[in-house]
């Protein structure tokens, strides 16, 4: 018979509960990595075989590539913030506000958007960027 003692501390606890401080937020954090990397991979998926049945422009299709890559590039990014022993909110934001923004005006032009989201792609980028510097800086 063990005791709680000697049991190994998720055990002690319950399978089902971990009282770890942040705990929680990295629970979340790598629910958010893979919300993000499994839209991305399947939005890949549909760029490179479902969207080239209706899309026969090489630059907009190039646009939906690109966008697909930083969109996966980036959700192993957020793996890395949920794997950080502080789990630092600021990067995940970044790099969560870079995707949708990055990513996302790319999708659009690539689907027939305005071309002035062109102009608010960088904006995205940058947020990328600012993304690596906040996890790169982070306290350990």
Same mark, same amino acid.
């Given at each position: 018979?063990?005791?709680?003692?000697?049991? /190994?501390?998720?055990?002690?606890?319950?399978?089902?509960?971990?009282?770890?401080?942040?705990?929680?937020?990295?629970?979340?954090?790598? @629910?958010?990595?893979?919300?993000?990397?499994?839209?991305?991979?399947?939005?890949? $998926?549909?760029?490179?075989?479902? +969207?080239?049945?209706?899309?026969?422009?090489?630059?907009?299709?190039?646009?939906?590539?690109?966008?697909?890559?930083?969109?996966?590039?980036?959700? $192993?990014?957020?793996?890395?913030? $949920?794997? /950080?022993? @502080?789990?630092?909110?600021?990067?995940?934001?970044?790099?969560?506000?870079?995707?949708?923004?990055?990513?996302?005006? +790319?999708?659009?032009?690539?689907?027939?958007?305005? @071309?002035?989201?062109?102009?608010?792609?960088?904006?995205?980028?940058?947020?990328?960027?600012?993304?690596?510097?906040?996890?790169?800086?982070? @306290?350990?």
């Amino acid at each position: 018979m063990t005791t709680d003692q000697t049991k /190994h501390p998720v055990e002690a606890v319950g399978h089902d509960q971990d009282h770890r401080p942040g705990a929680a937020s990295g629970q979340a954090a790598w @629910r958010l990595a893979g919300v993000v990397g499994a839209a991305a991979v399947a939005l890949g $998926a549909f760029g490179a075989h479902g +969207l080239k049945a209706t899309v026969d422009d090489p630059y907009l299709l190039g646009l939906w590539e690109t966008g697909a890559r930083y969109h996966l590039v980036h959700a $192993a990014a957020l793996l890395g913030v $949920a794997a /950080h022993p @502080r789990q630092p909110k600021l990067a995940a934001a970044l790099f969560t506000a870079g995707i949708v923004i990055f990513a996302g005006t +790319l999708y659009a032009m690539a689907l027939g958007g305005p @071309r002035w989201l062109g102009a608010v792609t960088p904006i995205g980028g940058v947020s990328l960027i600012v993304g690596w510097l906040a996890l790169g800086f982070s @306290r350990k």
